[in-house]
C-alpha cells in the first residue's frame, strides 16, 4: 500500500482532472469532484507523511523497471513535507475557489487546469529521476498558463505571455542541462548521479552543467536578476490562482535546487554556493524594495514572495546544517503565508472593488475580521514574535553569525525590517485609512458594505484563510515540531547516502 | 462546403481513416503506429468531415464533446497504470494477457494497450476540440 501513497500526488490529481474533463459541461459535478478529489490527496498524503515520519525514506520504481534505468518516485522527510503542503494549500484553494473563482472561469475549465497543476506540482516533489522532473516542470507551465489566462482579459494575456516565455526559456535551459549531464554520465536517476557525479574525471564540465542548472532553477524561483517574470503576472489572474501560484510554483523550483544542489553537486561546487548567498542577498533586497514601491495590493505581496525566496536562498547557500534547516522551515512557513496573504488580498479587492492602495481604504471599519486576518498574516509575514516568521528568521541569522557571515546576517535583519514597514504600509493604506473621497464620490458610500460579494463567498474565502492564520500562531507557538522536521530533512539532504541506498538497494514495491 | 465530390468521397474517406486509425493505434507495441499517430489519423478523418458538412454536424456526429473524449482517454490512461496494484506490482506495470481465441494468430490484450488507447482518445479530443472550435470562429 505504502508503494502506491507514492504515487498518490501526481495519480490522484491526474484522475480527478479527467474525470472533470468527462464532466465538461457541468462545473456543478467538477466542483464536486475538485474538492473531494483534494480531500483524498491530502488524506493519502498525510498518511505518507506517517509512514516516512516513522519508517524513514521510501522508493518505488514505476513500472518495476530497476532503479537506474526506469522511473524512481522517492519519499525522504524534505519530498513528503512538500507534497503535504501542496495538498493541504490545494484543499484549501478548492474551497476558496468555491467564492471566488465565478461561473465564467469554471466553464472554462478552472478545475481540470488546477488538478493539472496540482499533479505536476506532486510529481516535481516526488521524483526521483531528473529528466521526469522536468516533464512535471513542463506540466506546471501549460496547467499554469492556461489559469493564468483564464478569463481572458487583456492584463491577463498580457502577464500570461511574460510569464510563459520567460518559464519556457528556463525549462529549456533545464532541458539543456539535464542533455549535457546525461551525455557526461549516462545516467538521469538523482540517486546514481549522485554517485557518478563526485568520482567524474572531467570536474570543470560538471561545473559548468551545475551553473546551466542553477539558472534554470533560479528562474523557475524567481531569484534576482531573473525574478522580473513573476510581478509582471502574478497579479493578474482570479485570488484563487495567484494564491495556489504563489505558495508552490516557486517552491518547487527552490526544491529542485536544494534537491540537485545537495544530492548531486555537492558543496564540493564552492562557486555555486557563493552564487546563492549573492543571489540570496539581492533577491532579500530587491524584492522588498519592489514591495515598497509598489501600489497594486497583489504586486506588493509579489515582491515580497520574491524577497522571502531570497531568504530561502541564503539558508541554502550558506551550506551548513543549520542554514539549511532555517532554509526549509521558512519555506514551509511562506508557503502557508503568502497563499494567505494572496487569498486575503483579494477579497480586500474585490469586497473594495479596486487593486491600488490609493483606490482601498476603510476596509476596518466595515469589514473588521478581514483586516484583523491580514493583519494577523502580514505580521507573520514579517517576522514578528510569536507568529511563524520569527522563528526561521532567527535560525537563519544565527547560522550565518555562526560562519562568520554577517553581511548575510545584516542583509536579512535589514529586509526584515523592510518587510514589516511594507506590510505595515498596506495594512494602513488598505485596511486602516479612511475610505478616499474619489472612491466614495465615484461608487457612493455603499460600495464597502459587500461590494460584489455574497456573505455566503466571504464565509468561503475567508475560512481557508482562517485555517492558514491558525496554522501560522500555532506553528509560531509551538515551533519545536517543525524545527524537527526541519532539521530532520536538513540531514538527511547532507547525509545523502541512506537516500541513495533506498533508492538503489532494490527495494521495489 | 458545398461539393458533390467531397461529399461523396467523405462518407467513405471517414469511415476508412477512422477504421485505419484503429490498426495503426493496435499495431503500434512492436511497430510504427501507436495511440498518439492514431489519434492524429482519427481526428483527420473528423476534421475532413467537419470541413465537408460543416462543424454542427462534426459535432451531432460525436455526440459528446471532445474534451469529455479527451478526459476518457486520461482516466483510461491513468486507469491502466493503476490495474497492476490488482497483482500487487507497482504503479504503471505492464500486464500482458493472451486469450485463446482457436485461431492461429496470436492476439495480446495488455495494459498497454489500455494506455494506448488512452492516449489516442486524449488526441483525438484534444484535437478535436481545437479544430472545431477554429472552425467555428472563422465563421
Known amino acids: 500500500m505504502i508503494a502506491w501513497l507514492l504515487f498518490w500526488p501526481v495519480l490522484i490529481p ?48 514505476a513500472g518495476d523497471w530497476p532503479a537506474p534505468f526506469g522511473i524512481t518516485f522517492v519519499a525522504d522527510t524534505l519530498s513528503v513535507t512538500m507534497a503535504a503542503l501542496t495538498a493541504l494549500i490545494g484543499l484549501g484553494v478548492a474551497v476558496y475557489a468555491l467564492g471566488d473563482i465565478g461561473h465564467v472561469r469554471e466553464s472554462n475549465g478552472f478545475h481540470p487546469l488546477f488538478q493539472a497543476l496540482l499533479a505536476g506540482v506532486g510529481g516535481a516533489f516526488m521524483t526521483g529521476d531528473i529528466f521526469n522532473m522536468y516533464v512535471w516542470f513542463e506540466v506546471m507551465v501549460i496547467a499554469s498558463f492556461g489559469l493564468i489566462t483564464l478569463g481572458g482579459e487583456r492584463e491577463q494575456i498580457d502577464g500570461g505571455v511574460k510569464y510563459v516565455l520567460l518559464n519556457l526559456i528556463a525549462t529549456t535551459l533545464l532541458l539543456m542541462a539535464i542533455g549535457l549531464l546525461y551525455g557526461a554520465t549516462g545516467t538521469l536517476n538523482l540517486a546514481d548521479l549522485a554517485q557518478v557525479v ?126 539549511l534547516a532555517g532554509a526549509l522551515y521558512y519555506t514551509v512557513h511562506h508557503i502557508i503565508v503568502m497563499s494567505a496573504l494572496f487569498m486575503v488580498a483579494g477579497v480586500a479587492q474585490r469586497l473594495a472593488g479596486a487593486p491600488g492602495l490609493n483606490d482601498l481604504g ?29 522563528w526561521p528568521k532567527v535560525i537563519l541569522v544565527k547560522a550565518a553569525l555562526a560562519t562568520d557571515a554577517y553581511i548575510v546576517a545584516a542583509a536579512a535583519l535589514v529586509t526584515g525590517l523592510l518587510t514589516l514597514y511594507s506590510m505595515a504600509k498596506v495594512w494602513a493604506l488598505a485596511f486602516w485609512k479612511a475610505q478616499p473621497d474619489h472612491v466614495v464620490a465615484a461608487a457612493g458610500p455603499g460600495i464597502l458594505e459587500t461590494g460584489e460579494m455574497s456573505r455566503g463567498e466571504q464565509r468561503l474565502t475567508l475560512l481557508p484563510v482562517a485555517v492558514l492564520a491558525l496554522a501560522t500562531l500555532l506553528i509560531g507557538l509551538y515551533a519545536q515540531p517543525l524545527l524537527t522536521l526541519s532539521e530532520r530533512a536538513a540531514d538527511e539532504l547532507i547525509n545523502h547516502q541512506p537516500y541513495i541506498s533506498t533508492v538503489l538497494g532494490g527495494e521495489g514495491a | 462546403m458545398n461539393s458533390v465530390i467531397l461529399h461523396t468521397a467523405t462518407r467513405i474517406l471517414t469511415s476508412l481513416i477512422l477504421m485505419f486509425s484503429i490498426y495503426i493505434l493496435y499495431r503500434g507495441h512492436n511497430e510504427p503506429g501507436g495511440g498518439f499517430i492514431g489519434g492524429l489519423i482519427a481526428a483527420s478523418g473528423i476534421i475532413l468531415y467537419s470541413v465537408a458538412f460543416g462543424s454542427s454536424w462534426a459535432r451531432h456526429g460525436l455526440r459528446v464533446s471532445g474534451l469529455s473524449v479527451a478526459g476518457a482517454g486520461l482516466f483510461f490512461a491513468a486507469l491502466s497504470g493503476v490495474l497492476s496494484g490488482i497483482q500487487g506490482q507497482p504503479f504503471l506495470t505492464g500486464l500482458w494477457y493472451f486469450p485463446k481465441l482457436g485461431i492461429e494468430a496470436k492476439v495480446a490484450l495488455s495494459t498497454p494497450l489500455l494506455f494506448d488507447i488512452g492516449v489516442y482518445l486524449v488526441v483525438v479530443g484534444a484535437l478535436t476540440t481545437i479544430a472545431l472550435e477554429l472552425e467555428e470562429a472563422r465563421d
Open chain 1, 362 to 390: 476603510g476596509l476596518y471599519l466595515k469589514h473588521p475580521w478581514i483586516a484583523l486576518l491580514f493583519f494577523f498574516v502580514a505580521m507573520s509575514l514579517a517576522g514578528v514574535p510569536p507568529l511563524s516568521g520569527f
Open chain 1, 14 to 61: 491526474i484522475l480527478t482532472a479527467a474525470l472533470c474533463l468527462i464532466f465538461w459541461t457541468r462545473p456543478d459535478v467538477q466542483r464536486t469532484l475538485s474538492l473531494l478529489g483534494t480531500a483524498v490527496l491530502a488524506a493519502g498524503i498525510l498518511a505518507l507523511f506517517r509512514e516516512v515520519w516513522t519508517g524513514g525514506i521510501v522508493s518505488v520504481q
Open chain 1, 198 to 323: 563526485p568520482g567524474h574525471p572531467d570536474q570543470g564540465l560538471l561545473t559548468a552543467i551545475a551553473a546551466l542548472f542553477l539558472l534554470a532553477f533560479a528562474m523557475k524561483a524567481a531569484v534576482f536578476p531573473l525574478y522580473f517574470w513573476l510581478p509582471a503576472s502574478y497579479h493578474t489572474p482570479a485570488a484563487a490562482i495567484s494564491a495556489v501560484f504563489a505558495a508552490l510554483l516557486t517552491k518547487v523550483g527552490v526544491y529542485a535546487l536544494i534537491r540537485v544542489f545537495s544530492l548531486v553537486f555537492t558543496p564540493t561546487h564552492e562557486f555555486t554556493y557563493a552564487v546563492l548567498l549573492v543571489a540570496g542577498i539581492a533577491t532579500m533586497l530587491v524584492g522588498v524594495l519592489g514591495a515598497i514601491a509598489q501600489d497594486d495590493v497583489r504586486r506588493v505581496l509579489s515582491f515580497n514572495l520574491v524577497s522571502g525566496i531570497g531568504f530561502i536562498l541564503i539558508g541554502v547557500g550558506l551550506g551548513t546544517a543549520l542554514g
